[in-house]
């Protein structure tokens, strides 16, 4: 399938006439202005902060010759519409969760976190030591774009609730906010499955037009109010073990980069993976602490509902075999796991049981 030329020809849906008004990029004397479109709203934890660390790096290690102009929802093209602007070239480069566009291809699901998938860490593993990189780089040669990891969430929770859920059947007609496999994963149990940009949740969920919706972790969600509306917070989840977050460049655009503004971009991308991460895991227990103090009930799911979440994730996981880029990035990711958690399960993980058992807490 060969789309540059299709993308280049076609307007690309609701985003196209808002995505027109962009400024082509600003080169002058060696000097040059990216526009960055971004599916957060300013200021939003975790995921607006990794979208800033990235374009404050570049401007700082380039000296100023390469900055990044970082555009929000709304201010040039939605949340959603970033793909399209990034994939015509009527926009530069993209931050965003690349599984919010498995529309486009569901391969775009192993670039955020597919349900039951890799921690933070073994997603960096598989990303840069066992060929992620570049089959990114192969799914993004069909759409125009040169891809790039920038960020992480570490390990997403299960969701806020307005009452316990005690058995799979809880999630029948449950009107829920989950992107990626995992909403498809909720929605053959039954769930009413939306996906939703972020900065439309909070009204979402405080007008009853969702039951319930999973985000981030404990400090990206009290940054967001959900505490305020649902009472009872599930801490781990299925979908989204290790997030991961995206940078996504105009291939066209890349290509014209000289050698050293494109080392700059893909160290600066690697730098906000790991300064990003630290962040989010460092706040996550002291804000889940003040939600507790807010009143807000922290669970966990009864293994037959983790049962339900495995069968199906199977059948969701299956269903897109058929495409062989799919099955060649699944492929590439589950052995890359397998070697990771060989390892990982006989050190860390043994090690922090006993930790635990030892010292407490």
Request: net charge negative; hydrophobic share 40%; proline share 2%.
């Amino acid at each position: 399938m060969d789309r540059r030329s299709f993308l280049k020809t076609s307007a690309m849906g609701g985003g196209a006439v808002a995505a027109a008004s962009l400024a082509a990029p600003a080169i002058a004397q060696g000097n040059r202005t990216l526009t960055m479109v971004t599916s957060w709203r300013r200021g939003f934890a975790v995921l607006d902060d990794a979208a800033s660390y990235f374009a404050q790096m570049v401007g700082e290690i380039s000296g100023g010759s390469l900055i990044i102009d970082k555009k929000a929802p709304g201010e040039l093209v939605g949340a959603f519409e970033v793909f399209d602007a990034v994939s015509s070239g009527q926009a530069d480069l993209y931050h965003s969760a690349d599984y919010y566009f498995i529309s486009q291809h569901p391969g775009y699901a192993y670039f955020t976190a597919v349900p039951f998938g890799g921690t933070a860490q073994e997603v960096t593993n598989w990303y840069y030591h066992g060929g992620g990189e570049s089959l990114h780089d192969q799914l993004g040669e069909v759409f125009n774009l040169k891809g790039m990891l920038a960020g992480n969430t570490g390990s997403q929770s299960g969701g806020w609730f307005r009452k316990e859920i005690t058995s799979a059947d809880d999630f029948n007609g449950l009107k829920f906010r989950m992107p990626g496999l995992g909403g498809q994963v909720l929605g053959k149990m039954g769930a009413s499955v939306q996906n939703i940009p972020g900065g439309e949740l909070y009204q979402a969920l405080s007008s009853g037009a969702l039951d319930g919706l999973e985000w981030v972790g404990p400090m990206a969600d009290e940054s967001a109010g959900f505490q305020e509306i649902a009472k009872v917070y599930y801490t781990a989840g299925f979908h989204e073990p290790g997030a991961a977050l995206a940078c996504n460049v105009n291939l066209d655009v890349w290509n014209e980069l000289s050698d050293q503004h494109k080392a700059i971009l893909r160290y600066s991308s690697m730098a906000t993976t790991q300064l990003q991460l630290a962040e989010t895991l460092s706040n996550n227990g002291a804000a889940l602490a003040r939600l507790q103090a807010q009143g807000v009930k922290t669970l966990q799911f009864p293994d037959d509902i983790w049962d339900a979440f495995g069968t199906y994730s199977a059948e969701v996981m299956n269903e897109n075999m058929e495409d062989t880029l799919f099955a060649a990035i699944r492929e590439s990711f589950e052995a890359s796991l397998a070697n990771s958690a060989a390892w990982i399960q006989k050190s860390d993980g043994y090690y922090v049981e006993q930790r635990v058992r030892v010292l407490g807490g």
